[in-house]
């Protein structure tokens, strides 16, 4: 019997698909490697000039020698000049593009997937991360700061062949950010518990879809996932904010990344799979309630969605989406691959 | 400079790229002609026995040939017998997948894209959908009933030949239909007028989105489109639910239907394409509110999402999209395309 689940925080109803369901390796996406005849070239490398450093983080022995570097994006989809200039046209709402559009270069190396980097890179990234939502939560036009990443090992579909990741400083805050938070302050003004906290007890106790735990994170197969192999990563420690992590716990939070994103590279076929980091809006002051109330409520999180299906008119029209993999089952799949970290 | 957009009625802001916004012809996918060298087999037409029909129309002079028949998806993701059941698991809610999942042939010939059906025909697919909404709407386990369309021109894509539509019956309201109603709901109590009635009126003054119009039906591009070439047809007359659509107004329907599918085939080279049919739900009273003011808020409508683009990490976390297809641009370039209906 196919199962319908409901996502605690957004109630967001998806078909768990169990008869259909289908095993790991029908999943597998052949990969196009046309790509295997081109001859790779590097945008960031070879034209270094037309990237304005916006910070970096350097050796400190050769200062020649960067390890992360942000950069403004080419084709950037908002731009940091000007007022946000919000106005009617008629019914309608319109507000000018206002906003910052950066790359996170990763790594030095033409390394295109996290995966593959060393654990101590993978936490200066983190250390990066948090000091862009610092300056840029300075920035009163700006509400939200949205980082995400789109992988694939396509590198037809890459004119840049270094590990990046995208921030997106925006002047509103993204509708799932509210859908979160309006169905976490919920779950609170029910219970008085986080959500997030109370499905970390639960996953532990049940097992069946905790993938991975160290001191600090746990890694599970969402209860509700869209996607196959959807997952997220959570901190133990209840924490609104991603930018107040205690940077001591970096190093735990790149090795259960890189560990998940491993398992996906080797038991999947490195897949294309996209990462966004959810973390509370730092202005507290526009959310119509007391601003400390989401201290308790909202607690950070990150979900990796691999890209193995495709979603069509059905999902985008109803937000009904199908998963022909039980998360269980996929959670069972992902534990037993041995990375070796 | 880019625009951020919002939605009136479900509140997403989507970002228009004005400077990064192609002309039509960039957005062309060229469609994957392996197919081509495939001899296509149709599994409706070969294995006829195994597809039961549920409800058909048929040609009153020859009982053997149907027009528009009914008949239950083979992997269907919902299934009609058994109780919805409802129950939690610790925090989380589950159901029983129960509900309906059908297939609508909307043509006896070997005619993939509805743009090619003649207009009586496609009068007699909205005759269908509305019987089978009513007749679905009796059962007492089912909320809703979901019609929608996932069209392809790749033949290795299509196990059936024919043009069709699925419909999916549902215990629960989609997420989407609940934002659209919340969304109404709000602009309803604020202005005392219908969004939808104000959006029709502003864009028949305005003039710049509205792609094609008759007695009945208008067609526009939509303002704050997730999509390039998004388009959502809306009745004129203020009604909130498809099947009270008075039959004679179909016609009309058919026509502003079959004139924007055929302006994207001919415009942008035969693309896949997605609709979906919003009409509100059947079961009032399970919604908080008085069940007649849905009646007034609330309109039917049908969306059209061409997939020209594809969407990824960020889009799905966000609920954020960007389109590189000034909404209005793409009403002038579909406007201007000449279907000679």
């Known amino acids: 019997m196919p199962e319908l689940r409901r996502d605690p925080v957004v109630g967001r109803w998806v078909i768990i698909s169990q008869e259909r369901s289908k095993r790991p390796k029908d999943l597998i996406v052949e990969i196009n490697n046309d790509s295997a005849n081109v001859s790779p070239a590097c945008d960031f490398c070879d034209n270094r000039n037309e990237y304005k450093e916006i910070v970096s983080l350097r050796d400190p ?31 309608y709402d319109i507000m ?3 906003g910052a559009h950066e790359l996170v270069i990763e790594t ?6 996290m995966a593959d980097l060393p654990l101590e890179q993978i936490d200066k990234v983190f250390s990066v991360f948090t000091m862009r939502i610092k300056e840029l939560s300075t920035d ?14 396509d590198i037809s579909k890459n004119t840049i062949l270094h590990s990046r990741s995208n921030i997106m400083a925006m002047p509103v805050n993204p509708k799932r950010v509210k859908e979160k938070l309006a169905g976490a302050k919920k779950y609170y003004e029910y219970h008085e518990r986080c959500v997030f906290c109370d499905i970390i007890r639960q996953e532990k106790e049940m097992g069946v879809r905790l993938i991975e735990e160290n001191d ?19 901190p133990k420690a209840h924490n609104a904010d991603f930018h107040h992590c205690p940077p001591e716990k970096f190093r735990n939070l790149s090795a259960i990344l890189k560990s998940v994103l491993l398992k ?22 526009y959310l119509s309630r007391p601003s400390s109330s989401l201290n308790e409520d909202f607690h950070w999180h ?23 993999m039980p998360p269980e089952d996929a959670a069972e799949f992902l ?4 990375v070796g970290l």
């Open 61 to 91: 022995n050769n200062k020649e020698k960067f390890y992360v570097m942000v950069v403004p994006r080419k084709n950037h989809l908002l731009k940091i000049e000007g007022e946000v200039n919000r106005k009617g046209r008629g019914l």
């Open 96 to 98: 000018e593009g206002v």
């Open 108 to 113: 030095p190396e033409h390394t295109l997937n």
């Open 140 to 153: 009163n036009r700006l509400k939200y700061v949205m980082i995400y990443k789109n992988y694939t090992p």
């Open 216 to 234: 600090d994170f746990v890694a599970i197969s969402a209860f509700a996932g869209r996607f196959p192999f959807e997952m997220t990563i959570l």
């Open 264 to 285: 996906l590279k080797v038991g999947l076929n490195d897949p294309a799979y996209s990462i966004v980091l959810f973390s509370a809006p730092f202005r507290r002051g």
């Open 302 to 324: 990150i979900e990796i969605m691999p890209q193995l299906t495709r979603t069509a008119g059905f999902e985008w029209g109803s937000g009904f989406y199908i998963n022909p």
């Open 335 to 338: 534990k037993n691959i041995e």
